[in-house]
Every structure is written in structure tokens, then in C-alpha cells.
């Protein structure tokens, strides 16, 4: 079985994700979480939010409408230029995204290539079609939109918004008068996007309905710097892949003050600083695995000055993989929407006037979930064989604590549940009693609870119990009445298991 079978399997079996309407044969391109998918993408929604809206005293949380009016979009250039390029096979008719194809048969980035140079790309690699080997008609591009039509007469048409960042845009105006006229602004989203992929694959890398973690934050390029303690973080090594070496595959290291030496803008270096953090420290996601891929003039949206993806290394999907990016977008989106809407996007503070510009942070929920589970699913070799542990860090696993009687007999069951009950008020609890005891922590470990609460005949003497860690398998004995404080430290970070009594 491959990485991606194995991870899927896992998926399905333990009720993290699965395909979409799966009693019918499925829907290509979409996916629904499972009871314990659905809280392990809760805690990582609640814990990016929490993150990324310290890291300004003006930044906030909103939430917008996944179904925007078409001179919405017209403004933003997504009805004209939102495109991938498709190609057809001429003999079984199958549909792909043309720049994928290259880059499986290359191991090369396309993003941005014209019609006309891919078909000529196509040719030169001799590439065809995947299911049937048949040639391709001419690439063209395809709208990556979801249309509608609203109300009785079906006369307003609309589209399914392609990112959640236009729903910031939009209400920048009201927010900044709303906030007392406050700069740098911070606006963050947590919701639905839709885009009408060409070949969605790969599990939740390529969806067709998807769930997108983004804050913009709004500043006056000429005073921003200023706001920013960027002497926090001057030192630190950020890991880095520039756009001509990319492809090598791996990264550099490169201080913050040597990136902003060689001309990327301060305040912009500075949040990869916060990203790389959050990523590393707050996920835990092994520095081997992580990089800042930047992108080219080529590469990169028109309106992009700045462009450099989040990648993590992914053994189910071939390799690094995007998982978001930080995008220095200008003014283009105020002034778009101020050209198209007549409505004036400027702002004057201090006695200037001016057009905010915007750095964005987009994170693909998602694709950090399914990264996420590939990077810390691990089969593990012990004195009695093998385990399977899912190595999630706590603030993010679905189950905190397990309660486990050792027996389902001698009053164990009794001691355990007012245990269970007590604990279940504060943390996401699980009660077993089924099955050896060697196979509940299994069933535990595999699922990613990062502790479990042993009931034995000693805890009906003494009234101690045994706390088993996940990732070492190591116990402690405290008492009873200690496990509601020890766990809270523990799960906040605030107490290492190593270092209990």
C-alpha cells in the first residue's frame, strides 16, 4: 500500500475524511469530514485564528457570503482572468489541466505559461493522454468560476466566490470607520471557496469546495515598517527556496536581515518569519518538510508584487506541495473595486490621503489537514512489534484524554466514570472499557489522543492512576484528584510530560 492508500485508509476507517456521497460512487472534487475530521479541522480553524489575530492589536475576525454579485467579481478581474489551461483528449474525451501534466512529466513549475507555449510543451515531451494515451486537441482556457443565477426571474447573476479574500475587500470601508480609522487593519476569514477544477485529485489538495484560513491585513507601505518588531525576529533563519532554484527541490537558509538585504521589504519578511513559526512550532511540522517557495514574475497572479508559497513535503503526493501563500497585493483590490463601484476606497490619516495596500495570508485548510496527517502518521517499531501512531500536536487532536478501566470488572468500570465525567467537562473525552488494554491505547495512538487515563486495582487503593503518553508510550502515576490541573498544562503546552512526578 502507497503513502496516499495508507493515509486514506486511515482517513476512512477512523472517521477523519472521505469522498463526498460515497453511497453513490462518490462527486469528484469534494470530500465531508467524519466525526473525528471535523474536530481536528475545528481545533486547526480555532488555533490558526487565534494565532494569526495576535499578531496585530488591530486585527479582527469577520465573516462574509460565499455567493458575491458578478460586478463584485468583475472588479476584482476573476470573471475575466480567473483561468486554468484545459486540454481534451481527441479520442476518449478526458478532461486535464494541462500545466499539471507537465509539471508530473518535468517535475517543473508552469504556473502562468500561455496557450500557445503549452501546446508547443506538450508536443516537445511527448505527453498524452493519461487514461487512454490518445493525443489533445489545442489547450485553451478554461473559467474556473461556479455561475448563478439569483432571484424568482433567475436575472442577477452571481458566482460562488473563488476565495474569501474579495469578502474582505469589500467590507474594508465599513471596518476601517467602524474601528476608529485605524491602520494597520487586520481582517481575517475563515470559510467556504469554490472553484470549478479541471481534474480535482490528490484527496483535499485539489477540491472543488474548500475551506481557506486568510487575513489581510491593509497599511501605508511608507509607514508600516515602522509598526513592526522586526528586531524579534531579525536573527531568525527562514527556509527558503528562490524562484530559479526551486525546482531543485530543498531550501536555504537565510537570516530575516539577509532576505531583507537582498530586497524583499521588511514588513514582508517579517510575517514569513510568523508563518514559519506557526507552521514549525505551532503544528510541529518537521523543518526537513517545510519551505517558502517563491514565486516569478511569470509565475505569479499580475497583481502579486511579492510572492512566495507555503510547501510542505507530502510522501502521498510526490513532494513539496503548496499550502498557502503570503502575497504582497498592492493597492489593485481597493482600487478595482473603488473603479468599478464609484465608491472611494481611500483613507487619510495623518494628514495623508491614500489607497491602503495589502499583504495577504492564505492557508488552505484543507491542505494543511491532509499535510497534517501526512506528515505525522507513523508505523512505530516496539519491543512487541509495531504500532500505528498519528502524532498530532494536542491543541489540535480530536480526542484529548481517554479514560480506559483496565477491566471491565472488580468495580474498575465504577472508579472510572465519575474519572471520565469530571474530566469530560473540561477536555474532548472518550470512555473504553472494550478490548484488551493493549489495543485501546492502540485504537488511541492511531487517532492521535495524546494521553490516556489508566483505571487498575491500585487506583482503588490509593486513588492514583496511570497517565500513558502517546509519542513515547511513557506512564506517570498521579492521584486522581490532580488529572483535571496536569491535563490542562500539558494540552496548553504549559507542562512537559517528562517533567511530571
Known sequence: ????????????????????????????GFYDYGHNGALMKRRLEDLWIDYFLHLGEDYYLIDTTSILPEASLKASGHVEHFTDILVTCTKCGENCRADHLLEEATKKSYEGIPPQEIDKLLAEHKIRCPKCKGAFAPSKPFHMMFPLMVGPMGKDPAYLRPETAQGVYINFKREFEALR???PLGLAIVGRAFRNEISPRQGTYRMREFIQAELQIFFNPKTFDSSIAFDDVQSSELLVARADKKDQGGA???TCSELVKSGLPLFYVYHLAKVQDFFLKELAVPADRFRFAELGEGERAFYNRIHFDMEVKQDSLGGFKEIGGVHYRGDHDLTGHQNTSKVSQTVTIDGETFIPHVLELSFGIDRMFWA??????????????????????PKIAPTQVAVLPLLGKDGLPEKAMPIYEQLAKEFKCFYDEGGSIGRRYARMDEIGTPYCVTIDHQTLQDGTVTIRERDTAAQKRPASSEL??????????????ESLP
Open 1 to 28: 500500500m502507497d503513502r496516499y492508500d495508507e493515509l486514506m485508509s486511515l482517513s476512512v476507517r477512523k472517521g477523519f475524511i472521505w469522498p463526498t456521497a460515497d453511497l453513490y460512487g462518490g462527486f469528484a
Open 181 to 183: 480609522r485605524h491602520l
Open 252 to 254: 536555504d537558509r537565510a
Open 372 to 393: 497534517l496527517l501526512d506528515a505525522k502518521y507513523e508505523k512505530v517499531k516496539t519491543e512487541k512489534g509495531e504500532r500505528y501512531v498519528l502524532h498530532l500536536p
Open 484 to 497: 483535571g490541573p496536569i491535563i490542562g498544562k500539558l494540552l496548553s503546552g504549559q507542562a512537559k510530560f
